[in-house]
């Protein structure tokens, strides 16, 4: 498995595992992302993040190291323009670990940034970064939307999941069940990049 062979802190570890290895893969929304540090608990997250704003999309990272980050967007491809909603995800344990991990050995006020500078990618500036960077871990020509499709086609390969999850997985991506439908135009054989992955709590997640 790529990611776990990577070394933990490093940016390209980071990004596949905000690309699929701990959650399901966003679009090219991540590019300018800021961290903040805040002391609060699940029932003030969405309160915290109108409050203290700082770019469309950012990250709530408590500064109690065994509570989870919480990722904030605003600003999205499928947003609501007349109504728009605020997407929330809590990151979980293990993506939280990454990104703390991350930050220690490269302090920086964004999820990504240009390596030149502590200055937030550009929406273009970071699909090109993410494509070489892709390219190189995995010897072939990949991009973020490759990753999304392929993470799809790998789930919905084998028809196990419900109309239920089918649609869970379509909100936690940010796009419509009909959207991801359409997303599955790769065989399962060249979805290879992802392997199941057992879980204590019996459930299974993908691995790149």
């Known amino acids: 498995m790529v990611r776990k062979k990577l070394a933990i802190g490093s940016k390209e ?3 596949l595992s905000f690309y699929g290895g701990c959650i ?3 679009r090219n929304d991540l590019h300018a992302c800021a961290i903040q540090l805040l002391k ?14 700082v770019t469309p999309n950012e990250i709530l990272l408590p500064t109690d190291r065994s509570a989870a980050g919480v990722l904030i967007l605003r600003d999205f491809k499928t947003q609501d323009r007349k109504h ?3 997407y929330t995800r809590f990151l979980g344990n293990e993506l939280t670990k990454e990104l703390r991990a991350s930050l220690e050995t490269d302090p920086r006020p964004y999820l990504f940034t240009e390596s030149t500078s502590a200055r937030p990618y550009t929406h273009s500036a970071f699909a090109m970064y993410a494509r070489r960077t892709l390219q190189r871990l995995f010897g072939k020509p990949c991009t973020l939307t490759l990753l999304r499709h392929s993470y799809i086609s790998h ?8 109309i ?8 936690e991506m940010c796009h419509s069940p009909a959207a ?4 599955q135009w790769i065989e399962p054989r060249e979805a290879g990049r ?6 204590s709590d019996g459930t299974k997640k993908l691995e790149a």
Do not use: I
């Open 84 to 86: 728009p909603v605020l």
């Open 24 to 26: 399901p893969p966003l």
């Open 40 to 53: 609060c608990d699940d029932d003030e997250v969405a309160k915290q993040a109108l409050l203290h704003q």
């Open 180 to 183: 991801q439908a359409q997303y």
């Open 164 to 171: 239920r999850d089918r649609e869970q997985l379509a909100a």
């Open 194 to 199: 992802w392997h199941s992955v057992d879980l």
């Open 13 to 15: 570890r980071l990004l």
């Open 155 to 162: 789930m919905l390969a084998y028809g196990q999941l419900t």
